[in-house]
Nanobody, 122 residues
């Protein structure tokens, strides 16, 4: 019954910024951790960052100091602010939900959004 809807993907010039959003519905938001994953053509799905209730966060080394995840309990929304984007960041970005704590393995998440495309150009 959990539903996740991503938005905010699109075209961005390299070195620029983009904000993605993930809206959660169907269950009690505070019971779930939300993760962001990305998948580029020919590559495995990769953990990017995650946030749990209480604002506990975890970032992949590749995005530390560039990406920021945040959580708004009032709107059931998780945001991902991406700064200093480069071609290697281009991918389909997915948000995913699991009960309680953050994990970095896709198989540990029970619910997934449809994904949103991020394209970095110059």
């Amino acid at each position: 019954q959990v539903q996740l809807v991503e938005s905010g993907g699109g075209l961005v010039q390299y070195g620029g910024s983009l904000r993605l959003s993930c809206h959660f519905s169907g269950r009690t938001f505070s019971d779930y951790a939300i993760g962001w994953f990305r998948q580029a053509p020919g590559k495995e799905r990769e953990f990017v960052t995650g946030v749990a209730y209480g604002h506990r966060t975890y970032y992949a080394d590749s995005v530390k100091a560039r990406f920021t995840i945040s959580r708004d309990e009032a709107s059931n929304t998780v945001s991902l602010l991406m700064n200093s984007l480069w071609p290697e960041d281009a991918a389909v970005y997915y948000c995913a939900a699991k009960l309680f704590n953050i994990a970095k393995t896709p198989a540990e998440y029970d619910h997934w959004g449809q994904g949103t495309q991020v394209t970095v150009f110059s």
